[in-house]
């Protein structure tokens, strides 16, 4: 499949590169390559990333989006890696929280809504 005019990369921005690791490798089991002392790229989320260091996530309209088979176990982990729910939606056929990371990233994790 062609990646013409798909999303190919999400970059982040963190002050603390090591908490932004720590949760997303404790959280959803992703793994990372260090570029030197303000950059890593991280693989394992369904799509290639990076996160500059050094620097506050601001607030935007973009909002990423995970999926995950079991909510409930998404949401779990999410927690216990430090994150906060912040709001809980409920959709035609599905539904998805969203959170705060420990580096101040605001993302969500949906998924389908059972037949």
């Known amino acids: 499949m062609s990646k013409n005019n798909r999303i190919d990369y999400?970059?982040?921005?963190?002050?603390?590169?090591?908490?932004f690791k720590n949760f997303y490798g404790s959280a959803f089991g992703w793994t990372f390559q260090d570029w030197g002392p303000d950059y890593v790229s991280f693989s394992g989320a369904g799509?290639?990333?990076g996160?500059?260091?050094?620097?506050?996530?601001?607030?935007?309209?973009?909002?990423?989006?995970l999926y995950a088979d079991d909510l409930v176990s998404a949401e779990k982990s999410v927690v216990a890696a430090g994150g906060v729910v912040t709001e809980?939606?409920?959709?035609?056929?599905g539904e998805r929280f969203?959170?705060?990371?420990?580096?101040?990233?605001?993302?969500?994790?949906?998924?389908?809504r059972g037949e």
Do not use: Y
Request: hydrophobic share 45%.
């Open 98 to 112: 969203h959170f705060r990371d420990t580096t101040g990233n605001a993302l969500a994790v949906w998924t389908k």
């Open 51 to 65: 996160v500059r260091g050094g620097e506050a996530p601001k607030a935007g309209s973009t909002l990423v989006i």
């Open 10 to 19: 999400v970059e982040f921005a963190a002050k603390d590169l090591a908490a």
């Open 88 to 93: 809980r939606h409920e959709f035609p056929g």
């Open 47 to 49: 799509i290639d990333g």
